[in-house]
C-alpha cells in the first residue's frame, strides 16, 4: 500500500480489507481517496464540518445505486455535493451497519464488481511558461 501523506488515516481497517489490491491513498479535499489498479473505488471521511456525510463514500454511478441499496440499507447520496441525487454514495459511519456495508463494499472492490469505481478523467496539463 502506498500512501502519499503520513497523517492518521480515518476507518483504516478499509485499508486492511483492500491490502491485496494494494490500494493507494491520496488526500483530496480533506478527505482520504482510495485508489485500486486505475479506479478511484472510495474516499474515506472523517471531518469536524459536515459531519452527516462523515463515513466511506463509494464511487458509483447513478443506475448502479437501485442493486446495490438492497446490500447496503444505510446507503445514501453525499448531501454536501448539493442534496441532489449524487454519483458518490456515502455509507454513514453512524449507521448501524457501518462496519459491516464496509466490509462489504471492500469484497465486492477486492471481486471486481463494475458498479463501484471510476476512472478519474485524466487532469489536463498546464502550458509552460516560456
Not at 482520504?32 to 459536515?50: E, S
Not at 458518490?88 to 449507521?95: A, E, F, I, R, V
Request: net charge positive.
Amino acid at each position: 500500500m502506498k500512501m502519499k501523506n503520513r497523517k492518521t488515516i480515518p476507518f483504516d481497517f478499509v485499508l486492511e480489507q483492500l491490502f491485496a489490491a494494494e490500494p493507494v491513498v491520496k488526500p483530496m479535499f480533506g478527505c482520504y481517496a482510495v485508489y485500486v489498479r486505475d479506479k478511484i473505488v472510495l474516499i474515506l471521511r472523517n471531518r469536524d464540518d459536515f459531519t452527516d456525510d462523515n463515513g466511506v463514500w463509494i464511487a458509483t454511478a447513478p443506475e448502479h445505486h437501485e442493486s446495490l441499496k438492497p446490500d447496503f440499507p444505510s446507503m445514501r447520496s453525499v448531501k454536501l455535493l448539493g442534496g441532489r441525487i449524487t454519483a458518490w454514495q456515502n455509507l454513514p459511519y453512524d449507521s448501524a451497519d457501518f462496519e459491516e456495508s464496509v466490509i462489504k463494499a471492500c469484497s465486492y472492490i477486492l471481486g471486481g464488481d463494475q458498479r463501484i469505481g471510476k476512472i478519474p478523467k485524466p487532469r489536463k496539463k498546464r502550458k509552460s511558461k516560456g
